[in-house]
């Protein structure tokens, strides 16, 4: 890990602030301590490359680095708002057949006694610190916590979620929500309590799998309460438009005072309903202040597995959530596991998947897309002192290209990933061409094809 405090970085991007400058920003010890507009392309006389630098050696006598970042693009570190990192990675021990939610859920229930705590601490930091090379800097991640096989399957789950969460602590930021099983009146309910009494830091669930959603949904809400913990559901995952438990937790965030603490995920059925009906629910759900979560990856894969043609693919109204003003993120949700077989961790990737689902392909849907996966998410996540803003921490990612239109054309590979005080990822030099005549080719094509967004286009 390579650990260099003291730098500025001139000629940045900053596209979620102001596309319109280049900046030159400063940070010490960790800390942004100014965010500067500059003339265009500014030069410093001590400033080198990203390529060029080497934090070991510095640049020069000054224990300042001066870096130039050449115009590419600085995002603050990505924040994915919905994982399972303790099922990740699991698809070798665990099969889906059908592709079904129903099967995946049934199948890794059957498994999950089976697994170690160690061998869930390891899918845990494995998938984590692969989001981290990424950019990804804070993860709320979902929990199994399968009751219905003993108490201590259960607990098992959240003591290695626990254990990774402190070993992780230096590099990434974790949140751990422990899923409610459905139907769990009738099981060890105490069991519940322990886990936030162990230091998890809210609670979850998936009451539309209920067959008593209505009064999960309410206990739910008791134990929040009681613990003083966000709440974040699992809410209406499928095709169909009558599953409609997003009414009893609209109701009862308004009744109990928990606006502003109560996220919601997938919300499938939206995208099956009329828009009558959807457009009421997306009125009631702004009402109450929920925030929301897309998980368009795997919605794609699950969903409408059980029509024929014409196929419903399950995405819910990203674009009309967002319009009512409502907080909505886009996140990774499950890696190569029963439940989503792909994935690997990179928030840029599912934003564009949630790109071609939603039909958000216009320059102002490309820069709302990077606000679902670095702000917007980043309020789901109540994180405080995110923004690139001076007395804010520094966790950022710098992206290989120069305009949001390149980003998700290109999808960069080259990441440089700055995460709790240090340099987590330097990104290797760009591959040098060794045949010189195709070398200038490249670069003679590369000078009259650019990604820099035009005027006519805007809007």
């Given at each position: ?10 000629n940045v ?5 102001d596309?319109?400058?280049?900046f ?100 845990i ?6 989001a981290l ?68 830091d ?6 539309h799998?209920?067959?008593?959603p209505?009064?999960?949904i ?50 499938c059925?939206?995208?099956s ?92 849907d ?27 921490m ?18 960069p ?6 995460s ?40």
């Open positions: 890990m390579a650990s260099n405090m003291n730098m500025d970085l001139v991007r900053l596209p979620v602030e596309e319109g400058h280049l030159r920003l400063s940070i010490r010890e960790g800390i942004w301590t100014q965010i500067q507009k500059q003339e265009a392309n500014a030069a410093h006389s001590n400033a080198v490359s990203l390529e060029q630098w080497n934090p070991q050696l510095g640049t020069g006598q000054s224990s300042v680095s001066f870096i130039d970042l050449e115009g590419k693009i600085l995002l603050p570190g990505f924040v994915d708002a919905h994982m399972h990192l303790d099922k990740s990675f699991s698809l070798t021990s665990v099969e889906n057949r059908s592709g079904t939610l129903e099967e995946a859920v049934r199948n890794y229930s059957s498994a999950s006694p089976s697994f170690t705590k160690n061998e869930i601490k390891s899918r930091m494995r998938s984590a610190l692969q090379s990424f950019g990804t800097t804070h993860i709320r991640t979902h929990l199994d916590f399968n009751l219905r096989s003993s108490r201590e399957v259960a607990l098992r789950t959240i003591e290695a979620a626990l254990e990774a969460k402190e070993a992780l602590a230096p590099y990434i930021s974790l949140q751990l929500f422990p899923m409610c099983p459905y139907n769990f009146m009738s099981l060890d309910v105490d069991a519940v309590e322990e886990a936030l009494k162990m230091g998890v809210g609670i979850g669930g998936a009451p799998l209920s067959l008593t209505k009064e999960d309410d206990y739910i809400f008791k134990l929040a309460e009681k613990y003083d913990v966000p709440i974040d559901l699992h809410c209406d995952e499928t095709d169909n438009p009558a599953m409609r438990t997003i009414d009893h937790i609209t109701l009862r965030t308004k009744s109990e005072g928990y606006s502003g603490r109560v996220t919601v995920d997938h919300l059925a939206l995208a309903m009329t828009d009558q009906d959807a457009h009421g629910i997306i009125e009631r759900m702004a009402d109450a202040r929920l925030k929301a979560v897309s998980l368009p990856a795997a919605n794609l894969y699950l969903q409408g597995r059980h029509d024929s043609f014409p196929v419903r693919r399950g995405v819910t109204r990203l674009k009309e959530i967002w319009e009512a003003g409502i907080p909505i993120a886009v996140a990774s949700d499950n890696i190569h596991d029963p439940f989503h077989p792909f994935g690997r961790g990179d928030l840029l990737q599912i934003a564009l998947i949630g790109s071609y689902a939603a039909h958000m392909g216009r320059p102002d490309l820069r709302t897309l990077l606000r679902m996966i670095t702000d917007v998410p980043a309020k789901v996540l109540g994180l405080t002192s995110y923004e690139v803003k001076a007395g804010n520094a966790n950022f990612v710098i992206l290989d290209g120069s305009t949001p239109e390149e980003l998700f054309t290109m999808l590979e080259r990441r440089w990933v700055y709790q005080g240090s340099f987590v990822r330097m990104a290797a030099k760009k591959t040098e061409w060794q045949d010189k005549a195709l070398a200038h080719f490249w670069q003679e094509v590369s000078e009259n094809v650019s990604f820099h967004n035009h005027e006519f286009a805007k809007g």
